[in-house]
T-cell receptor
Framework: GEDVEQSLFLSVREGDSSVINCTYT??????LYWYKQEPGAGLQLLTY?????DMKQDQRLTVLLNKKDKHLSLRIADTQTGDSAIYFC???????????FGSGTRLSIRP | GAVVSQHPSWVICKSGTSVKIECRSL??????MFWYRQFPKQSLMLMAT?????????EQGVEKDKFLINHASLTLSTLTVTSAHPEDSSFYIC????????????????FGPGTRLTVL
């Protein structure tokens, strides 16, 4: 079945860039998601990228997609304390309406 | 738009009792709702997919008789944890999707805020 993997933790200094990486196995997904979960809350869609794109930029967020390596990354520029959260990479299954989530990366910001 | 609510936001119950969690799409009709369980180490596990008016599809390893799912209307799905035990303590999150089976951003899942269940 589909497997989505992420590292569990990332710590960055305030003002630096954060890069969260994700690898997946289902290459037929037409798009891929990044979700953000703040403490004690549900998930919010942060951004998504179509599989025919290599890059998508939205203000401080940059998503890079390497389809050959099945690698997705999320870069947050000028990381702020409000960016502290768990970030989930998510891949819809092409065969169903389900979304498969990675384990989530907990981003912590240090002063 | 696209707001999903859950009730209650947290619940504490005694072992052996049943607990019902509601998931509502407030401003749209959800043809499909999903129930997830989030473990303390962050991972989100899909428990079941439910379509309005039909039986839920459970993921492998999820007990149908323990986790009863009802999707009686296009705006409401319920998850009932029957005969709850301490190991059922977890964060339960629902999501709702407008279109089932379509690929594209239009079948995006909108998530509820989650329900923290603690079984004593």
């Amino acid at each position: 079945g589909e497997d989505v993997e992420q590292s569990l933790f990332l710590s960055v200094r305030e003002g630096d860039s954060s890069v969260i990486n994700c690898t997946y196995t289902d290459s037929s997904s037409t798009y891929l998601y990044w979700y953000k979960q703040e403490p004690g809350a549900g998930l919010q869609l942060l951004t998504y990228i179509f599989s025919n794109m290599d890059m998508k930029q939205d203000q401080r967020l940059t998503v890079l997609l390497n389809k050959k390596d099945k690698h997705l990354s999320l870069r947050i520029a000028d990381t702020q304390t409000g960016d502290s959260a768990i970030y989930f990479c998510a891949v819809p299954l092409s065969s169903a309406s389900k979304i498969i989530f990675g384990s989530g990366t907990r981003l912590s910001i240090r002063p | 738009g696209a707001v999903v609510s859950q009730h209650p936001s947290w619940v504490i119950c005694k072992s052996g009792t049943s607990v019902k969690i509601e998931c509502r799409s407030l401003d749209f009709q959800a043809t499909t709702m999903f129930w997830y369980r989030q473990f303390p180490k962050q991972s989100l596990m899909l428990m079941a997919t439910s379509n309005e008016g039909s039986k839920a599809t459970y993921e492998q390893g999820v007990e149908k008789d323990k986790f009863l799912i009802n999707h009686a209307s296009l705006t409401l799905s319920t998850l009932t944890v029957t005969s709850a035990h301490p190991e059922d303590s977890s964060f339960y999150i629902c999501s709702a999707s407008v279109a089932s089976g379509r690929m594209g951003p239009y079948n995006e899942q909108f998530f509820g805020p989650g329900t923290r269940l603690t079984v004593l």
